[in-house]
């Protein structure tokens, strides 16, 4: 029998999460808040945001392939409602 991967036992726990592989990066932006990098992440073809916080730096992501795994969430700003993505895994391709 196959080992499940760390991505397919992720996948199996969380029912919520979604995983999706080979997106190109279209615009990458990072900004500090709190001790914290915040960075944005736009996808070719998707006119949703995909943000990740880190605590270093991150490498520029633009015209770069990623695998990104992550929650569909629903902000509130200035009273007016904004679908993102919370990534909690992302890997280059």
Known sequence: ?????AL????ETH???VHSELCKVTSHVQREEDGWYVNTLLII???V???FKRRKKYNNLESRVVNLT???EVKEV???QF???KVVRIKVS
């Not at 029998?1 to 991967?5: C, D, G, I, W």
């Not at 397919?8 to 996948?11: F, I």
Request: proline share 11%; no cysteine; net charge neutral.
């Open 1 to 5: 029998m196959a080992r499940k991967t």
């Open 8 to 11: 397919q036992t992720l996948l």
């Open 15 to 17: 029912p919520n999460l």
């Open 45 to 47: 073809n998707l006119d």
């Open 49 to 51: 945001p995909f943000i």
């Open 70 to 72: 992550y929650y569909p």
């Open 78 to 80: 200035a009273g007016m």
């Open 83 to 85: 679908e993102t993505m």
